[in-house]
């Protein structure tokens, strides 16, 4: 699979109607990943999908799966969302007891691998571990719900990991998550982020295809002027 190029957008499902999700999977097909919260009630206090369900939208998804994973004991669940074809397979670093050994079973299983972290938890947990990881999310509101307020205090956070990645020369992707919108996508390409995921930024407009396009200039915009 061809990777696509920053600034990306992955507008997240959980946003979608459940009750026709192919349809709402074609209808972000100028996207470049569909974003799948996965969670279990009991890391985070909402229930979503599970393997099943991503099966059915890896075997119909017109763009490839970038499953989020907020659920405990990831060590033992996440290699299996890798095995049904997700291009992407991110946990999150708070439940994962050995996160290096994990990112590497996923890459060999061939899933990109990432891994994401909470508002309060601090970045320089994953400095000195930067190099195994496709991808860092670092999330802009608390995990758990669709529709939260951006949280800005989250950028010098984001900035730093930037830094240090470019530091070591490192090629990881930056993802934010949560309160994205045309009013707050450029706070984050400006503090380094390169992939996006927006929910109802997308799919509460009332033309998606050109909210995904909106949203991908403002980034690419803001990116360059950083």
């Known amino acids: 699979m061809s990777l696509p190029s920053a600034p990306r957008i992955n507008p997240s499902v959980l946003s979608a109607d459940f009750v026709n999700m192919q349809r709402d999977l074609a209808r972000i097909a100028t996207a470049d990943f569909a974003h799948v919260d996965v969670m279990d009630n009991h890391f985070v206090p909402n229930l979503t999908f599970g393997p099943q369900m991503v099966e059915r939208m890896q075997a119909t998804s017109p763009i490839p799966l970038d499953v989020h994973l907020m659920i405990t004991d990831p060590d033992h669940w996440a290699p299996g969302y890798a095995e049904l074809g997700a291009a992407s397979v991110t946990f999150h670093l708070e439940a994962a007891a050995e996160p290096v050994a994990l990112a590497r079973r996923l890459r060999s299983i061939g899933a990109r691998a990432g891994v994401a972290i909470k508002p309060g938890t601090a970045g320089e947990s994953l400095y000195e571990i930067l190099d195994e990881f496709d991808q860092v999310l670092v999330m802009t509101v608390e995990p758990g719900f669709g529709g939260q307020s951006f949280m800005p205090e989250t950028m010098p956070k984001l900035r730093a990991l930037v830094d240090e990645a470019r530091r070591r020369g490192s090629s990881t992707w930056f ?3 949560g309160g994205l919108s045309d009013a707050t996508i450029s706070q984050a390409a400006e ?16 033309d998606i295809e050109a909210a995904v396009t909106r949203l991908r200039e403002r980034a690419r915009a803001a990116s360059l002027e950083s």
């Open 175 to 177: 993802q934010v998550d």
């Open 191 to 206: 503090a380094g982020a390169d992939t996006f995921v927006a929910g109802s930024a997308v799919y509460g407009a009332d």
